[in-house]
């Protein structure tokens, strides 16, 4: 991941570098991103508690941060149950997503996107 946590880098680092699945979030320039560098989303439509209000064809543009079983929550940072019996990284309790047309680290072409999905900010 490009982007760093100041009290997770080191070990998200590790963590990325031992799983591809696994997407602790990273911060920097101003936003949170996965561990590819893609801009991370939350969704204004998702219960506080509860499972996703994302499914069917969001959750393939949508697609959810998953978080693995050695992923820790820390600070702002929590981890909550996903529709597929995985766990998904959640910022401030609200769920996080990739967006699938941004292309490459650094877009953020879902910011605002309906007004209701909207880039994860420091």
Not at 24 to 33: I, R
Not at 80 to 108: E, I
């Amino acid at each position: 991941m490009r982007l760093r946590i100041p009290m997770l880098a080191a070990a998200l680092v590790t963590a990325f570098s031992l799983s591809a699945h696994a997407a602790p979030p990273m911060a920097g320039s101003g936003m949170y991103t996965d561990a590819k560098g893609m801009t991370l989303y939350t969704f204004d439509k998702d219960p506080a508690s509860g499972p996703s209000a994302c499914s069917g064809g969001c959750a393939q543009a949508w697609p959810a941060v998953m978080a693995d079983a050695s992923d820790k929550p820390q600070g702002d940072w929590t981890i909550m149950p996903a529709a597929d019996g995985g766990n998904q990284w959640a910022y401030k309790g609200k769920r996080v997503y990739t967006f699938a047309k941004d292309k490459k680290p650094g877009d953020a072409n879902g910011d605002n996107f309906k007004d209701v999905w909207h880039t994860v900010k420091q």
